[in-house]
């Protein structure tokens, strides 16, 4: 469908972001944005035609849908506003900050059939989606073990600014590991079935200074009996984000930062994918029009409220059981 008008909620990053893609791929598109906060913007927002400071201001302006990119802990109350209008929402993700809002805000959505999905952009990388087709075939056969290890250091993520004041560290916006990395809790779910919680442990660095989790080691089952082991931190220097799975056949290695898969077995190893040097915005670019397309009534892959709505409640459920580790 044609984009007339869309509005965008927050001004961080990732809101500008998907701002300047709006721009790109529905030229003419009137974008109005809203600060999550409510402060009145001092920088030029260049991406955005109309900033509106409160939620019911940008309701009045009728747009086609609404991206919500406000920290995890308001994505309720603005979804909420918008689904009572009848207005369709994308989600960035986690789809909240907590499972008690998360049950909420599904009960809203089916109660007002809204259209809501979430934004698990990892989704849309060639190789997930590579992935997703060879363990559907069952290519290794039975999968006995999954490791998965993302780690990257906070102060790095943004150069323009303090890590001490971004999202990811605090505590009151819903930072911490476990909700910024939740990506790798959707795929899991996603790739292997609903997981049960083993085991956890969550630790703070010495280095870091801040409110939330900066290192979570996992372990989950699934219904077949695959033990996965998750690693997410905030302190390794060098990014990296691998997942390997370990099956009757071989192993599978996906690095998803480098976009490539692995096969390696007892004749060797064999790549079964590689995409070196795509350019990452265009999972963002993809997510957008899946999620036209499911405006449009076609087809799609949109991560529905009921699937976002998992992993919130494994990140509650780890948070409750977790042993509290020490770095020495």
């Known amino acids: 469908m044609d984009m007339h008008v869309v509005g965008v909620v927050g001004l961080g990053n990732i809101s500008k972001r998907h701002r300047s893609n709006l721009k790109l791929l529905y030229p003419g598109v009137?974008?109005?944005?809203?600060?999550?906060?409510?402060?009145?913007?001092?920088?030029?927002?260049?991406?955005?035609?109309?900033?509106?400071?409160?939620?019911?201001?940008?309701?009045?302006?009728?747009?086609?849908?609404?991206?919500?990119?406000?920290?995890?802990?308001?994505?309720?109350v603005h979804a909420e506003s918008l689904i009572k209008s009848n207005i369709p929402v994308l989600i960035e993700k986690p789809v909240t900050a907590n499972y008690a809002d998360a049950i909420q805000l599904q009960r809203v959505a089916g109660e007002y059939d809204a259209t809501l999905?979430?934004?698990?952009?990892?989704?849309?990388?060639?190789?997930?989606?590579k992935m997703k087709e060879l363990i559907d075939s069952n290519f290794l056969g039975p999968i006995y073990n999954c490791f998965i290890n993302i780690g990257q250091y906070l102060p790095d993520w943004r150069e323009s600014k303090d890590y001490k004041t971004s999202v990811s560290a605090s505590k009151n916006l819903g930072g911490g590991v476990l909700l910024e990395l939740s990506h790798e809790l959707d795929y899991a779910q996603w790739l292997l079935g609903s997981l049960?919680?083993?085991?956890?442990?969550?630790?703070?660095?010495?280095?870091?200074?801040v409110d939330v989790e900066e290192l979570a080691d996992i372990v989950f089952t699934n219904a077949k009996g695959t033990i996965c082991n998750v690693h997410l931190d905030f302190i390794q220097k060098a990014p990296q984000r691998m997942c390997s799975f370990i099956g009757l056949k071989g192993r599978l290695d996906w690095d998803l930062l480098l976009n490539t898969i692995n096969y390696v077995s007892p004749a060797g190893e064999e790549i079964l994918y590689s995409a070196l040097g795509w350019d990452k915005n265009n999972m963002y670019l993809n997510m957008l029009h899946d999620f036209?397309?499911?405006?449009?009534?076609?087809?799609?892959?949109?991560?529905?409220?009921?699937?976002?709505?998992?992993?919130?409640k494994l990140i509650d459920e780890i948070k409750e059981k977790a042993v509290w580790g020490k770095v020495q």
């Open 30 to 76: 009137f974008i109005v944005a809203l600060s999550a906060s409510g402060r009145i913007p001092t920088e030029n927002i260049n991406d955005a035609d109309k900033i509106v400071l409160n939620i019911n201001e940008l309701i009045e302006c009728n747009p086609d849908f609404v991206l919500i990119a406000s920290p995890a802990p308001l994505h309720f």
């Open 292 to 312: 036209n397309d499911l405006l449009d009534g076609k087809p799609n892959k949109c991560v529905g409220v009921v699937q976002a709505v998992e992993s919130i």
């Open 196 to 209: 049960k919680l083993e085991s956890a442990i969550l630790r703070n660095s010495n280095e870091l200074d």
């Open 117 to 129: 999905t979430v934004g698990y952009c990892l989704r849309y990388l060639p190789s997930t989606l």
